[in-house]
């Protein structure tokens, strides 16, 4: 492998920037999944949830708020975590952080998620244990880009 998706120190990928890769990617399959099925009806639930919720009268927002923020924003931060490519696009955002790119992105993807999942405690009137598995799933983007291995591995 080259020096581009290792650390450069140690010659290996730390094994916190390793998890934070592993949360991306499941959240970016589970979600894009969801998001799919959410849009092709596979998988809704009952329409009079959405009586509660303001704004939104269709599954179809949720679905790709669902399929394509979280489920392909989740593959393409996981991708830049793992292989840490220099993309001139990003370079304003790593010029600000003093990160790669990615480490912004898993951040924000956290706190975007934790603030999903407490919208939905809040208005949907039946809450899921795939609340507290994907609360911490948020927990875990929040956190582990915080790690100094993260934070190390992922400085520019």
């Known amino acids: 492998m ?3 998706t290792l650390d450069g120190r140690t010659g290996h990928r730390p094994a916190p920037a390793v998890a934070l890769a592993g949360v991306l990617w ?10 799919i099925a959410l849009l092709l009806g596979a998988a809704q639930p009952p329409a009079d949830w959405l009586d509660g919720i303001p704004v939104v009268d269709t599954w179809t927002v949720p679905a790709l708020v669902l399929g ?5 924003g989740s593959l393409l931060v996981g991708y830049g975590v793992w292989r840490r490519p220099g993309w001139p696009w990003f370079a304003r ?5 003093g990160h790669h790119w990615a480490w912004a992105g ?3 993807l956290g706190v975007g998620h934790v603030v999903w999942i407490v919208l ?3 208005y949907l009137p039946e809450p899921s244990m795939l609340q507290a598995v994907y609360g911490a799933v948020g927990l ?7 790690l100094p291995a993260v934070r190390g591995y ?3």
Do not use: C, D, Y
């Open 106 to 108: 898993a951040l924000l």
């Open 120 to 122: 939905e405690l809040v």
């Open 68 to 72: 394509l923020g979280f489920g392909g």
């Open 140 to 146: 875990a983007l929040v956190t582990l880009p915080m």
């Open 2 to 4: 080259s020096r581009q």
């Open 26 to 35: 499941f959240l970016g399959i589970t979600a894009t999944a969801g998001g």
């Open 154 to 156: 992922l400085r520019r």
């Open 93 to 97: 955002i790593e010029r600000l952080t």
